[in-house]
């Protein structure tokens, strides 16, 4: 039968940002999120009582972009209404006495919602998922891609030497605290269900700790070093990074693509900027790993945002984990290939033909301002040695916490081994299990 209710759909979104000013809902601005509830409300998908409150329909999204950023993938999660398929039968985990069953219905779906689609927003496919399922956090990584015109580079190290320029790339590669490639932070969400004072406290050290940060660019190396705190939010892993050249309508381009967990604010920007710093020679070699990895603070500025675009998202099931829930038939690949071809590439490279100017000012003038003078680097070499011997005096420390722990181990065997205590809540009971009793010792319970 067919019941008109709502159900949670994942939409794969597809947009040019050009015109938007992000991709977050806000209901005083133009984004992408806006666009598409206008969209749904159109095809009947959203009640007008529901237009304006995000929570109302359970939205949520893979991540975020900002202003003039475009998307391949996206992904947003929430409540469409519907007249839903569904089928009387006992499910055996929820005890619920029908099933839906819309996968069939969810494939119309994109078709529907692109006939009232700008032309820079495409959906290229839905799929239904669990009432409670969470877009972001069943998002595992995500890859971007930024585009640079290879006049960006010429006369650099890349058009002598492209083993090297791919090695000072792969430095961005592994686990960093992205202080000096990100952008300014002055907000953070904090865990949900806690108190609104714990809230209002979390929130208060972030903000002071990302204050510090900011006063150290201002302070010598050595009170630098001496007051260096490292913030957990600027913590992010990069799978992969490398570069191949392109050609977008006729101009040579080289192609960033980049897979990591998550990124912060500017950190592909920043990074795309300090790699072609170190390509210039506006950066030493000596203390190429300093900006990625060090206490000390570098002004590295961010790179035009014409180039710069998300590619990939990957979702996983929340049932299970290894599996992809978007498996893209041939009809939503021709539908994505012929926006990444004919739309995005085009729009980003007309993009980037009027940033020309700002782009080639962006490299002659910004990027030598931020290179270090002699001061700067004799000061570098006097503390960096410092730093390291910190850094091999904290590890020579966890080593032999680590030799001591093994050696318990060793002495002790399984008896060691942490074994997590069984814990209920207050006035939560087994009432499945009955209660046993064992005599042990002297007779004790």
């Known amino acids: 039968e067919y019941v ?87 499910d055996v985990h929820s005890g619920a006495r029908y099933r839906y069953y819309i996968a069939p219905q969810c494939r119309e779906l994109p078709a529907e919602i692109n006939k009232v689609l700008p032309p820079e927003i495409r959906v290229i496919k839905a799929v239904p998922v669990p009432r409670r399922f969470d877009t972001r956090a069943n998002t595992e990584s995500r890859e971007y891609i930024y585009l640079i015109p290879k006049f960006m580079l010429e006369g650099s190290l890349y058009d002598s030497d492209k083993e090297e320029s791919r090695r000072l790339l792969k430095l961005f590669e592994g686990n960093h605290n992205w202080h000096n490639l990100s952008g300014r932070i002055t907000s953070h969400q904090p865990v949900k269900g ?24 201002f302070k010598s190396r050595a009170e630098q070093l001496e007051g260096w705190k490292q913030v957990p939010m600027l913590s992010r892993c990069i799978y992969s990074i490398d570069f191949t050249e392109i050609e977008i309508d006729g101009v040579p381009t080289v192609r960033v693509h980049m897979h990591g967990a998550s990124f912060v604010l500017h950190q592909i920007r920043k990074m795309m900027a300090y790699w072609m710093m170190l390509l210039h020679g506006h950066f030493p070699s000596e203390f190429e790993t300093l900006p990625i990895h060090s206490p000390f603070k570098f002004n590295v500025p961010a790179a035009p945002s014409a180039g710069l675009c998300l590619y990939r998202s990957h979702p996983t099931s929340p049932n299970d984990p290894d599996k992809d829930i978007f498996g893209l038939q041939e009809e939503d690949s021709a539908r994505l290939e012929d926006f990444e071809l004919n739309h995005l590439y085009v729009e980003m490279m007309r993009l980037m033909r009027d940033e020309f100017d700002n782009m080639k000012y962006f490299v002659d003038e910004m990027l030598p301002k931020c290179a270090l003078n002699e001061e700067e680097k004799q000061e570098l070499r006097d503390i960096v040695p410092v730093w390291k011997k910190y850094q091999n005096a904290a590890k020579e420390v966890i080593e032999e916490k680590q030799k001591l722990r093994a050696a318990r181990r060793a002495l002790h065997g399984d008896d060691l081994k942490e074994k997590p205590a069984p814990h209920l809540q207050r006035h939560q009971y087994n009432l499945e299990i009955p209660k046993e009793y064992v005599l042990v010792g002297g007779g004790e319970e």
Not at 65 to 87: F, N, P
Request: hydrophobic share 30%; net charge positive; charged share 30%.
């Open 4 to 90: 008109q209710t709502k159900r949670q759909v994942n939409l794969w979104l597809a947009y040019i940002g050009t015109d938007y000013l992000g991709s977050q809902y806000n209901d005083e601005l133009k984004t992408i999120e806006k666009e598409v509830e206008t969209a749904l409300f159109k095809c009947g998908r959203i009640k007008e009582t529901n237009i304006g409150s995000p929570k109302k329909v359970a939205l949520s999204r893979s991540s975020r972009t900002d202003k003039g950023v475009h998307s391949l993938q996206t992904m947003i999660s929430l409540k469409l209404e519907g007249k839903w398929a569904r089928a009387y039968e006992t």
């Open 194 to 217: 806690i108190s609104p004072l714990l809230k209002k406290e979390r929130s208060d050290r972030f903000k002071e700790e990302m204050k510090m940060q900011r006063s150290m660019v």
